[in-house]
């Protein structure tokens, strides 16, 4: 790879041959997904940030990086500060920065790899916006890795619990009833629960990168490199979809002038807008229709997420006795092979959900570290180490994070003050109880509570919705301090991960997996109409006793953790060895033996 530098004069040559001033570079892909395929890296070829969210701005005389507060040491390690301004995504938007510096002039984008809602804010500003045929960055990236061209794979009826005709027809009911011909989806993670398949053409998500068009009428135009179909899974797809090819897409897109089309504004680049309405369609914005349903797991699909954490709970124990007893002296990057080794222990693990967290010390610090072999820090006595990782099994997918002290000697006490605030967060969200219709924002703040009663607090969200054998970081719900109006639904799996980091010494972060049920409460035993939910844990691994101020729990909280470590040792203790069993037995032993 060139230099910084020559990277940015290259853009810059292809910028005034375009005839524009500057250019908005998104994180994302033509899908606009969050893990890209490696011919999309686009924004790490052009910055060297890896991060999986981020933008950068680049204009005739000066260039920003932008990310969130997950990134923001990442982008200081990665990112040349000589070529690039490294900002807050929030504290300074890209459109704010871009209209303080880039006033009348002319700043082009790549219509398919922007969304119509995410160009709103530098309509908003007052930019001149120009979409560009043509992507500078494709124009300059000389040895770009090929597009993916990998199977696409069925997803058979016993991990998906429901048929894809099913799905089609309740999908077509709906636009019949709203008046509409088609909906337009571009988010392969859709499509895949649409039409029960998976793929491999990103790492960590089991995707086949795709377009679709689905009808009223339940048929499917499916927009697809041929070569990833085999005899096979077209029989499986059936004859209600016809297969395309992506450049195909443009023409059918024309077909749809004078019909009503659905499109999510915010899960579909902008590109597709354009052309619907330069051809005379009426676009209809609305979510895309997959997003609910698929976030509401089904019997099939919850029983299937149960296994796959119990096949998880296995690696993980059998991951934290190793680390407990061998894993000093050794390096972050080793300890994260390690443990993916331990998942490949069971013959149904396929990959790592998303690239494992293993940063010991300061660099646990980086909310979003990921170690590499220049970064690579050994493990050693008496520090933290925190490690969040996730894996893939056919019925489901997993996210855990356990944060543990490498000893011999005792921790600090304002380690063990922070940790066992983050727990008393994390033990407070599990145990909610709240009626149906609330959203994860007014749940957040149970989250933070005990951190903030400290003075502390953290800058990410609380909790994520996660996919089946999908994306570990799936909509539409989530916990977070940023508001979503989507209830929690029974069926949902969404992540309890608080957190608090502290620049330069150490990261805490504690999460757990939680499915929303039906919660029983004595109201429901006295006439009470209202419906209420509540949690069940999914995630099995113990939480390190020796990082936890006891004195600094309730008689519940303590109850809850010593209810949970018991179930973790039964449920996991009969798959491990009698020295693991020995070890897992003390780790989940009731903190009223310390």
């Not at 999986?52 to 204009?59: K, Q």
């Not at 920003?64 to 000589?82: C, K």
């Not at 960590?204 to 490199?225: K, R």
């Amino acid at each position: 790879m060139t230099d910084a530098p020559t990277r940015l004069r290259a853009l810059r040559q292809i910028l005034r041959e375009d005839n524009v001033d500057g250019f908005i570079l998104p994180r994302g892909d033509e899908h606009l997904g969050e893990y890209v395929a490696p011919c999309a890296e686009r924004l790490a070829w052009l910055t060297d940030f890896t991060g999986s969210a981020g933008m950068a701005t680049v204009l005739m005389d000066r260039a920003a990086v932008f990310s969130d507060g997950r990134y923001t040491t990442q982008m200081e390690h990665q990112v040349d500060g000589l070529c690039w301004e490294r900002l807050h995504l929030r504290e300074t938007p890209p459109a704010q920065w871009l209209a303080q510096h880039a006033a009348g002039a002319r700043i082009g984008y790549d219509p398919r790899l922007l969304s119509e809602n995410a160009l709103l804010p530098f309509i908003q500003a007052g930019l001149t916006l120009v979409a560009l045929v043509r992507n500078p960055v494709d124009a300059v990236w000389t040895d770009r890795p090929q597009p993916p061209r990998t199977p696409c794979l069925e997803q058979p009826l016993e991990y998906s619990g429901i048929d894809s005709l099913t799905k089609r027809q309740t999908l077509a009911a709906q636009l019949r009833a709203s008046g509409e011909a088609c909906v337009v989806l571009s988010d392969p993670a859709s499509i895949a629960w649409l039409l029960n398949i998976r793929g491999n053409d990103v790492p960590y998500t089991p995707l086949s990168l795709c377009f679709a068009i689905v009808n009223a009428d339940a048929s499917v135009s499916l927009f697809i490199d041929p070569v990833k179909l085999t005899p096979r899974t077209r029989e499986w797809l059936g004859e209600d979809v016809r297969v395309f090819t992506p450049d195909d897409l443009p023409a059918q897109l024309a077909a749809q002038a004078g019909q009503r089309v659905q499109i999510d504004p915010a899960a579909n680049s902008v590109w597709f807008i354009q052309t619907l309405e330069q051809a005379g369609a009426t676009v209809i914005r609305a979510t895309d229709p997959c997003l609910l349903p698929k976030a509401i797991k089904n019997q099939v699909e919850q029983q299937g997420a149960r296994h796959a954490h119990e096949q998880d709970a296995i690696a993980i124990c059998r991951f934290l006795h190793w680390l407990d007893t061998e894993g000093v002296g050794t390096g972050e990057l080793e300890a994260a092979q390690r443990l993916d080794a331990f998942r490949k222990g069971s013959q149904d693990y396929r990959e790592e959900s998303f690239p494992a967290i293993s940063g010991s010390g300061p660099n646990g610090a980086i909310i979003h570290y990921r170690v590499t072999a220049e970064t690579d820090r050994i493990l050693r006595h008496n520090e933290v180490y925190l490690i969040d990782s996730g894996g893939q099994y056919p019925y489901g997918t997993t996210d855990i994070t356990r944060t543990v002290w490498t000893g011999p000697e005792q921790p600090d006490d304002d380690v063990c003050d922070a940790f066992t605030r983050v727990l008393r967060g994390h033990i407070a969200l599990a145990r909610a109880h709240f009626p149906h219709g609330t959203t994860g924002h007014a749940l957040d703040a149970l989250a933070r509570q005990a951190l903030w009663e400290g003075g502390l607090d953290y800058d990410h969200g609380t909790g994520h919705g996660i996919g089946s054998y999908l994306s570990v970081h799936e909509g539409p719900c989530n916990i977070s301090t940023n508001y979503r109006p989507v209830p929690l639904e029974a069926g949902m799996i969404i992540s309890n991960e608080p957190g608090y980091y502290r620049p330069g010494a150490f990261g805490i972060r504690l999460e757990n997996l939680l499915l929303v049920q039906p919660a029983i409460t004595p109201a429901a035993t006295t006439g009470a109409t209202r419906r209420f939910l509540a949690f069940e844990v999914l995630t099995l691994a113990p939480f390190d006793r020796r990082l936890i101020a006891v004195d600094m729990l309730n008689t519940t909280e303590i109850a809850w953790l010593d209810a949970y470590h018991a179930r973790v040792f039964e449920q996991v203790a009969p798959h491990l060895d009698k020295v693991g069993q020995t070890w897992l037995q003390a780790a989940c032993a009731p903190l009223s033996a310390r």
